[in-house]
């Protein structure tokens, strides 16, 4: 046994005896408890990196499998706007072509080729990809199909019909909700979208309230992060409250809000 081999360790080669030589067995045997404990611990946290390296590579491997999955089909939508423009623009010469004797083009032809400019127009712009939930920030998102809606000059009465086509999930079942009324007014439906996704003044002075640090997020990327919600929470509760620049106005609402249940804060 381990404790007899230690004994005799003792007794022949440290001169050891009695109190002395138990004391020294027992941190004898400790030692090697411990020492086996750590060897135990350092092989988990190897293991534990190793299988960590693992699961990165094979997440880089999938990112970049994606990647290339993204590319490929951005390169077949390039070709089809390409191919569809080239079509376009060779019925627009073809029209062009079939003018009259008289030179003024009949009223058909007219229409034809009034139509294969706005479709030659459409090509040209890039398409917008779908909300995606869990994906995208409806804010950003919403920012984003409004400059891309002015830049290809599309009637703001058309927005929320074009925006309706581009939404999945809860963000859709917010717009089906709407009257019909309200699901052509591009500013209702912005309002009952962001309220739905808790993008109110409310929303983001929780969001400052609650937040922390994310894994990885540096502090000053956390403070750039809880400033933005600041800012938003100030502009809205601005808006909302139709109230000055004053602290003293935001500060009281805040602590309205923190008093209040929700059923209250809602009536």
């Known amino acids: 046994m381990e404790v007899e081999r230690l004994a005799k ?25 411990e020492e086996k404990e750590a060897e135990i611990e350092r092989k988990k946290e190897t293991n534990r990196l190793l299988n960590e390296e693992i699961h990165l590579r094979e997440a880089q491997r999938e990112a970049d499998r994606e990647a290339r999955e993204a590319q490929r089909e951005a390169d077949r939508e390039a070709a089809d706007q390409k ?11 073809r029209l ?18 009034g139509g294969a400019r706005s479709a030659v127009g459409q090509a040209k712009a890039p398409k917008l990809p779908d909300f995606k939930e869990g994906r995208d ?20 009465e058309n927005w929320a019909v074009h925006l309706s086509a581009l939404l999945s999930g809860k963000a859709l079942d917010t717009f089906s909700r709407l009257s019909e009324d309200e699901s052509t007014d591009y500013d209702v439906v912005k309002r009952a979208l962001l309220k739905r996704y ?70």
């Open 9 to 33: 360790v003792g007794a022949q080669s440290l001169s050891l005896s009695g109190e002395e030589l138990r004391k020294w067995i027992d941190e004898t045997l400790k030692k090697d408890r």
């Open 83 to 93: 191919m569809l423009i080239l079509e376009k623009e060779a019925e627009l010469l």
């Open 96 to 113: 062009r072509n079939a003018v009259p004797s008289n030179g003024e083009p009949s009223p058909r032809s007219e229409d034809r080729l």
């Open 137 to 156: 920030d409806m804010e950003s998102y919403l920012l984003r199909f409004e400059r891309f809606a002015s830049a290809n000059c599309w009637p703001r």
């Open 198 to 267: 808790n993008l109110t003044s409310e929303g983001f002075n929780l969001k400052f309230r609650s937040s922390r640090p994310e894994l990885g997020e540096r502090m000053s990327q956390f403070k750039t992060r809880l400033e933005s919600y600041l800012d938003r929470w100030m502009e809205l509760s601005e808006r909302d409250l139709g109230s000055s620049e004053h602290w003293k106005d935001l500060m009281l609402y805040e602590q309205l809000l923190n008093s209040c249940g929700r059923d209250l804060r809602l009536s």
